[in-house]
């Protein structure tokens, strides 16, 4: 079930007021059944999987802690990381791959018939095989001590508000959080509310509006002018945005609502002065994960310059493959790394810069930010070029600028803007409070105006069908 859904709706509500009312001893067991149920409403038979992997690192953890030797434990590891991997590579990347080879052997004037498997990519499996890994390593490293509860493990594994599309969490941080006896806390609870309603905000009132332009051009750029091409690449990088850090802050919300606090996984990352810090303000929980178990096993930066840029490379270039089987997601990762090393050889980190270099840095970022953007969302990388080339060559003319060629509604351009204004000044305001917070301290009548604004808004703007989330493909 979507976070934006009826079935949501009354599923929350429910699993809010059982799990208070219920003694501690009994709610790790409820968290996994709601978990469960949740995730099977997707696709019941998929449940499999994640029991599967789950039970595939309980257990590794288990062994590793046993092993007498470091090769042993390399041993286990490498195989509970096969396992997950393999897991993953069958069901969302081995079509890709098989389709990559095809044509390869094509342009070699060998030809071969692809072999494909006719099979349903399961939701949120790239998210929890990458927890499932993490706490391995963990377990590997010292870090953190094998759980012997498997039932208690299981529930930090699916824990449905960040189940399906994060954040990453990690071991040391979600787990003891599901074993702590916990009391109800009335303002963590109505913070989370808040949060959420935020979230909803930013996904029903900004990104399904954007979508609605964005899927138009996209699926008919042969009749776009300019003017629509610009309109979708901008609009797009807002619907990314809103929609993946709306899902979110709906997912922290609701745990904040039981009493459990998710990582941040979005910080005002459209005002970064470089790509490397927009890295450290976007998905933060899926960026450190690669940092932490890929770009520093690789060498990180204490090594070679040459070998520094090609682990950044490496990194980003995985990242990229990890969003989506298509080589226009790899495209996306490499621009995102190729522009990462040309900081570092310049030494952009590093210089210390003014009030007007630092606007003019952000609006830079912004800019790759958005000719990325076009490579994550196209179907093909002809596509992403087709839009990026018809923008640049002008051979339309300025006509060809200001006027539509889809008759794009301009109410609906307006509705988008106005909403998008606010979420950059809240974004702003976000660099120095948290506006969450802040908002709960005003006095009752100033709260509940906002309230009102956000939630009569976010209502008004309900599509009627309802729209997944983007991140949910991945």
Request: net charge positive; proline share 3%.
């Given at each position: 079930?979507?976070?934006?859904?009826?079935?949501?709706?009354i599923f929350l509500p429910i699993v809010f007021c059982l799990y208070w009312l219920m003694p501690h001893r009994f709610r790790w067991a409820f968290l996994l059944l709601a978990s469960y149920y949740f995730y099977m409403s997707w696709n019941p038979q998929y449940i499999v999987l994640i029991l599967g992997t789950t039970a595939i690192s309980f257990f590794a953890a288990l062994l590793i802690e046993k092993c007498d030797t470091v090769r042993a434990k390399k041993m286990?590891?490498?195989?509970?990381?096969?396992?997950?991997?393999?897991?993953?590579?069958?069901?969302?990347?081995?079509?890709?791959?098989?389709?990559?080879?095809?044509?390869?052997?094509?342009?070699?004037?060998?030809?071969?018939?692809?072999?494909?498997?006719?099979?349903?990519?399961?939701?949120?499996?790239?998210?929890?095989?990458?927890?499932?890994?993490?706490?391995?390593?963990?377990?590997?490293?010292?870090?953190?001590?094998?759980?012997?509860?498997?039932?208690?493990?299981?529930?930090?594994?699916?824990?449905?508000?960040?189940?399906?599309?994060?954040?990453?969490?990690?071991?040391?941080?979600?787990?003891?959080?599901?074993?702590?006896?916990?009391?109800?806390?009335?303002?963590?609870?109505?913070?989370?509310?808040?949060?959420?309603?935020?979230?909803?905000?930013?996904?029903?009132?900004?990104?399904?509006?954007?979508?609605?332009?964005?899927?138009?051009?996209?699926?008919?750029?042969?009749?776009?002018?300019?003017?629509?091409?610009?309109?979708?690449?901008?609009?797009?990088?807002?619907?990314?945005?809103?929609?993946?850090?709306?899902?979110?802050?709906?997912?922290?919300?609701?745990?904040?609502?039981?009493?459990?606090?998710?990582?941040?996984?979005?910080?005002?990352?459209?005002?970064?002065?470089?790509?490397?810090?927009?890295?450290?303000?976007?998905?933060?929980?899926?960026?450190?994960?690669?940092?932490?178990?890929?770009?520093?096993?690789?060498?990180?930066?204490?090594?070679?310059?040459?070998?520094?840029?090609?682990?950044?490379?490496?990194?980003?270039?995985?990242?990229?493959?990890?969003?989506?089987?298509?080589?226009?997601?790899?495209?996306?990762?490499?621009?995102?790394?190729?522009?990462?090393?040309?900081?570092?050889?310049?030494?952009?980190?590093?210089?210390?810069?003014?009030?007007?270099?630092?606007?003019?840095?952000?609006?830079?970022?912004?800019?790759?930010?958005?000719?990325?953007?076009?490579?994550?969302?196209?179907?093909?990388?002809?596509?992403?070029?087709?839009?990026?080339?018809?923008?640049?060559?002008?051979?339309?003319?300025?006509?060809?600028?200001?006027?539509?060629?889809?008759?794009?509604?301009?109410?609906?351009?307006?509705?988008?803007?106005?909403?998008?204004?606010?979420?950059?000044?809240?974004?702003?305001?976000?660099?120095?409070?948290?506006?969450?917070?802040?908002?709960?301290?005003?006095?009752?009548?100033?709260?509940?105006?906002?309230?009102?604004?956000?939630?009569?808004?976010?209502?008004?703007?309900?599509?009627?069908?309802?729209?997944?989330?983007?991140?949910?493909?991945?």
């Amino acid at each position: 079930m979507n976070f934006n859904s009826l079935e949501y709706a009354i599923f929350l509500p429910i699993v809010f007021c059982l799990y208070w009312l219920m003694p501690h001893r009994f709610r790790w067991a409820f968290l996994l059944l709601a978990s469960y149920y949740f995730y099977m409403s997707w696709n019941p038979q998929y449940i499999v999987l994640i029991l599967g992997t789950t039970a595939i690192s309980f257990f590794a953890a288990l062994l590793i802690e046993k092993c007498d030797t470091v090769r042993a434990k390399k041993m286990v590891l490498a195989g509970a990381v096969f396992v997950c991997l393999g897991v993953l590579f069958c069901f969302k990347y081995f079509n890709f791959m098989s389709a990559s080879l095809v044509e390869l052997c094509s342009l070699l004037a060998i030809n071969l018939h692809p072999i494909t498997l006719n099979v349903l990519l399961p939701v949120g499996i790239s998210f929890y095989t990458f927890q499932t890994m993490g706490y391995v390593i963990d377990v590997y490293r010292g870090n953190v001590k094998a759980e012997r509860h498997f039932g208690e493990y299981a529930a930090f594994i699916s824990f449905f508000p960040q189940l399906v599309a994060g954040p990453i969490e990690r071991t040391a941080n979600l787990l003891p959080q599901i074993k702590t006896v916990k009391k109800f806390d009335y303002d963590e609870a109505a913070y989370g509310l808040r949060l959420m309603a935020w979230g909803f905000f930013k996904k029903i009132v900004i990104a399904d509006n954007a979508a609605i332009v964005v899927d138009s051009v996209y699926s008919s750029l042969d009749r776009c002018t300019g003017f629509d091409l610009i309109l979708a690449v901008l609009f797009f990088t807002m619907q990314i945005y809103c929609d993946f850090s709306g899902y979110s802050d709906i997912a922290i919300g609701t745990a904040r609502l039981l009493g459990i606090k998710l990582m941040t996984n979005f910080k005002s990352p459209y005002f970064s002065g470089s790509l490397k810090e927009f890295w450290s303000r976007w998905h933060i929980s899926l960026s450190t994960w690669f940092r932490d178990y890929l770009y520093i096993p690789l060498g990180g930066n204490r090594c070679s310059k040459f070998r520094h840029n090609m682990n950044i490379m490496i990194t980003f270039l995985i990242s990229g493959l990890w969003h989506g089987a298509n080589w226009t997601f790899v495209l996306w990762g490499g621009i995102h790394g190729f522009i990462q090393v040309v900081e570092n050889v310049l030494g952009l980190n590093k210089i210390t810069k003014s009030k007007l270099q630092h606007i003019i840095s952000v609006v830079i970022i912004f800019l790759i930010c958005n000719i990325a953007w076009v490579f994550f969302r196209s179907k093909s990388i002809t596509d992403a070029f087709y839009i990026l080339g018809n923008i640049i060559s002008a051979n339309g003319g300025i006509d060809w600028y200001i006027r539509s060629g889809i008759e794009i509604d301009e109410s609906t351009i307006y509705h988008i803007l106005i909403p998008v204004v606010a979420m950059m000044v809240y974004d702003f305001i976000s660099l120095k409070r948290d506006v969450i917070k802040w908002v709960g301290s005003q006095k009752m009548l100033v709260r509940w105006c906002l309230y009102f604004v956000i939630i009569f808004w976010t209502i008004l703007m309900l599509p009627l069908e309802n729209s997944g989330f983007i991140y949910f493909q991945f």
